[in-house]
């Protein structure tokens, strides 16, 4: 598994990036509409977890499939989590490798792009726990081709971190089975948004929280000339819709 940046340093990034995150983040909603059109579930649910809800925009959806459910989100951004409280029947601010749940208490597991912050064994095996037995597990999260040519740009003048370790689908799989689940299912496709500078990429990733990248990360502003070199490197990567940001998305998918 890659190394997870600390909780800290993600939780502040997040809050900070609360009031621009609905504006900014594209790709993690049409994310979020994947995982759900790809869940074939026909169970009729009275009680589903959004592990990692970040803004709520995943509780809309869900709300609008099983009307019914009562939602708990969890989030560990209290800001993040402020703005969810609208659509939530719940909301509690905790870690989703630590759920503050009983043992067997919702028939299904949600989260939308969390798990790459996190420690997918520790997550996997909480959502075992408080699943119901024959419970459903729906999660996306982003593979190692993700951001790859940020990080090909940028070692063009370092070798520090620029985006976050990403792990691959068998280690989301193999987390999963180790926890106990059965049928797992994956899905792997690459989702891709384009800006039409370097400048404006970098800061769409700001504005949803996601530059903490952990240890080796560079500490200083880039010189003028370092950032020219980083910009002709991207440039390469132009296409007639402008510079790719590229997301390797998988969803997974598992019963209790």
Known sequence: MPPVPARRRVRESFDRAAASYDEAAIVQRRVCQLLLDQFRSS???????????????????????????????????????????????????ADI???????????????????????????????????????????????PATFAELRESFASIDQHRHTIGFSEPEAIAAALRHAGFAGVRLHRQTVSQHYPDLASLLRAVKDI????????????????????????????????????????????????
């Open 209 to 256: 929280g996601a530059n903490s990248v952990g240890d080796g990360a560079r500490s200083g502003m880039l010189g003028r000339r370092a950032w020219q070199s980083v910009q002709a490197a991207y440039e390469r990567h132009r296409t007639s819709d402008g510079l790719p940001a590229r997301y390797d998305v998988i969803l997974a998918y598992a019963k209790k």
């Open 97 to 143: 490798e630590a759920l503050p749940c009983r043992d067997a208490s919702c028939n299904i597991w949600w989260s939308n792009l969390t798990v790459q912050w996190c420690d997918p064994v520790a997550v996997c095996r909480e959502a075992h726990r408080v699943l119901r037995p024959h419970g459903e597990l729906a999660l996306s999260t982003l593979g």
């Open 43 to 93: 169970a009729m649910p009275d009680s589903i977890l959004d592990a990692g809800c970040g803004t709520g925009y995943g509780i809309g959806l869900l709300r609008q499939r099983w009307p019914a459910a009562e939602i708990l989100a969890i989030d560990f951004a209290p800001a993040m989590l402020a703005a969810a409280r609208q659509g939530a029947d719940l909301c509690i601010a």
